[in-house]
């Protein structure tokens, strides 16, 4: 396989938390020399230019939804592949909320098949906890584990019945499987379409306390406490919920937590005429809320940083608020949206790609997520500063329901590399 060397750039390794001029090569898909010169002599290497733009490890997803089986119209893994290459995002990591759910070995092998087929980059795919993600009856850990599912979610089906729930705990804490919950408390959250408040009272609109994502996160530490299991709640978004992800991580519990995209750069006013691009599960939240989790991914409480990408049909979102679907796309988004913490001096680039890439990847157990010498050539080369307005029509995804449309955004993905294969390059 030929070698390709990737000159001048500015390297960003989230693990020394250091950004540094400098050249990589990448051969038989893994990083096969890193230096600190931008424009080194190296012999029988296709050589690339970066400009000065950023180099970093490629985007680890987690939380996908891809609409096969049940909703191919409103996303494939052809275009989901497509979207996740123009967006630097290398493995994407896909929710069993699918129609069926993905919840026998049988259903996740033909995912699989179908996105080693279609896919230009990683796909790794999760199961479902529990049988239709009803929450009754646990699915069969051990065979899906062998199968490949690389942890177990009912996504935002969060269970009622806590008996069945610590059951299933209690069998993957043996299988040493890492269990992903949506902290919501379920009674108090359902029907929720805003966030409890002023602006939800002044629009009218169903909405659900921020104290029903504290509790629900409350009761899962409890049973993480109770049964020992790998934990990772996939989206905290309020300031409530913080101290107690705080206490759990000091007392020493297998715990980690994500957020979304969308919590981090919207808040509430965001709504404001009724927009349903901008209806999310959980809702948006306060601004105050928005700046304490920017906090808390800076700090390292919140460890993981996703896109939750949910490809939804107009007929879907061109509804009332209240009856709209939630979600929104955001794999090709997600980087240049994030870039405004980083331009607005919230978050650096280190810390921005320890969320994005090498912390999911650790928590998955993968190689990926790092710039270093012997990990996978998965990357991302960026310019951090290339301004332009993003026209929904032009995204890769078919489903085209994005909060972002007509925003003017700084920061394009110049070139996506897998296992040293540039799958995607700007034109």
């Not at 279609?118 to 899906?144: I, Q, S």
């Not at 999911?360 to 960026?382: C, E, I, N, Q, T």
């Not at 310019?383 to 449309?405: C, G, Y």
Request: charged share 25%; net charge negative; aromatic share 6%.
């Amino acid at each position: 396989m030929t070698a390709t060397l990737l000159t001048n750039a500015r390297l960003i390794d989230p693990a020394a938390d250091t950004v540094t001029d400098g050249a990589v090569l990448l051969r038989d898909g893994f990083i096969a020399e890193i230096f600190d010169q931008p424009d080194p002599q190296v012999a029988d290497a296709d050589r690339i230019d970066a400009g000065g733009a950023f180099l970093a490890p490629g985007i680890v997803d987690i939380g996908v939804k891809v609409g096969e089986p049940g909703d191919r119209h409103k996303e494939s893994y052809k275009t989901a592949g497509l979207a996740a290459a123009a967006g630097g995002v290398t493995t994407i990591v896909t929710r069993p909320d699918t129609g069926p759910a993905i919840d026998t070995p049988e259903v996740l092998e033909f995912i699989r098949d179908r996105a080693e087929d279609d896919a230009p980059v990683n796909v790794l795919p999760m199961a479902a906890l529990t049988k239709g993600r009803a929450g009754r009856e646990m699915t069969e850990l051990g065979f899906l584990l062998d199968a490949g599912a690389v942890a177990f979610t009912d996504c935002d089906h969060v269970a009622t019945d806590t008996k069945v729930l610590s059951r299933a705990l209690t069998y993957a804490r043996s299988l040493g499987a890492l269990v992903i919950c949506h902290p919501q408390e379920p009674g108090l959250s359902k029907g929720g379409a805003a966030t409890s408040g002023k602006f939800a009272s002044l629009r009218g609109l169903p909405a659900v306390s921020s104290m029903a994502e504290r509790m629900g996160l409350d009761r899962d530490i409890a049973l993480v406490e109770m049964t020992g299991v790998r934990y990772h709640a996939d989206q905290i978004t309020t300031a409530r919920a913080l101290p107690a992800l705080e206490r759990a991580k000091r007392n020493g519990f297998d715990v980690t937590a994500g957020t979304s995209m969308h919590h981090l750069t919207l808040n509430e006013l965001d709504v404001s005429d009724y927009r349903t691009f901008f209806k999310v599960k959980p809702p948006l939240r306060s601004e105050e809320d928005r700046q304490a989790t920017v906090e808390a991914v800076r700090s390292g409480l919140i460890d993981i940083i996703g896109s939750f990408h949910t490809p939804q049909d107009e007929e879907s979102k061109r509804l009332p608020f209240e009856e709209a679907a939630s979600g929104a796309v955001g794999l090709e988004t997600m980087l240049p949206v994030l870039l405004r913490l980083y331009h607005s001096g919230e978050l650096e680039l280190p810390t921005l790609f320890r969320a994005l890439s090498l912390n999911p990847a650790k928590r998955l157990g993968l190689a990926s997520g790092r710039m270093a010498k012997g990990a996978p050539a998965d990357l991302v080369l960026f310019d951090a500063d290339k301004p332009f307005v993003l026209d929904r029509f032009k995204l890769q995804s078919k489903s085209k329901n994005t909060p972002f449309d007509g925003a003017r955004l700084q920061g394009k993905v110049l070139a996506t590399f897998v296992a040293g294969t540039a799958v995607y390059r700007s034109a």
